[in-house]
């Protein structure tokens, strides 16, 4: 039988509150939650709810309940990473240093390879996809309207490399790619500082050029990490100041 909109609302809410809690750090691996009865009060929910929050949190790794011991969050290496919702509670809690260079490896690997498919495989209606977010990039006004262009921008190149399995991890680390652009942008002087590195991808991908379209979103990816590291470094400095 279906559950009414209303208890799905309200265990979606806690099963937010408590993931986002377990994975800023606030509650600690090994950690074992407040009994059922405490952690429903405290919330201000139905023990009913509170059950259902605590098998989704389960079934994405973050917890183990045990009888006589109660939910036990786990360590991160059992935790599902790309899952929609880990991935936007790492985001939340603005990305560690670490997180975001692991992104950066992940992109290194599969960002390049989409290109160069894309430009072997893509249709005229998926470079005029590509086209399309460019020209939003380029008529950004706001450093969110071109994090959003970004982001389509990437997603476009993607689903013309015509690989299935590509376009759906993308869409499983959108929202954690989304929070990389903004970082980077915002980091540096001119948030459309990397727009001539998607220039030179758009081209490759017009003209077929599958080596160079590679080449050419390894360098803006690379780019786009040295910015960091220079606003990292930036900020070291400050601190020691």
Known sequence: MRKPNAVRNLYGHVMQEIGQRIVSGKVRPGEV????ETLA????VSRTALREAMKVLSAKGLIESRAGVGARVLEERF??????DVL????ASMPTDDFVDKLVEMREIIEPAAAAAAARRRTAEQLADIETAYKAMDA???LDAWAEADLQFHDAVLQAAGNELMSSLFSVVESALGTFFVLSARTASNFKYS???HQKVLEAIRRKQPDVARKAMLAMIADSQSNLQRNRSRARKKAHA
């Open 33 to 36: 939650l407040p009994r059922e």
């Open 41 to 44: 009060e405290n919330l201000q």
């Open 79 to 84: 935790w599902n990473q790309l899952d929609a």
């Open 88 to 91: 936007t509670w790492r985001c």
């Open 140 to 142: 950004a006004q706001t």
């Open 195 to 197: 727009l001539p590195h």
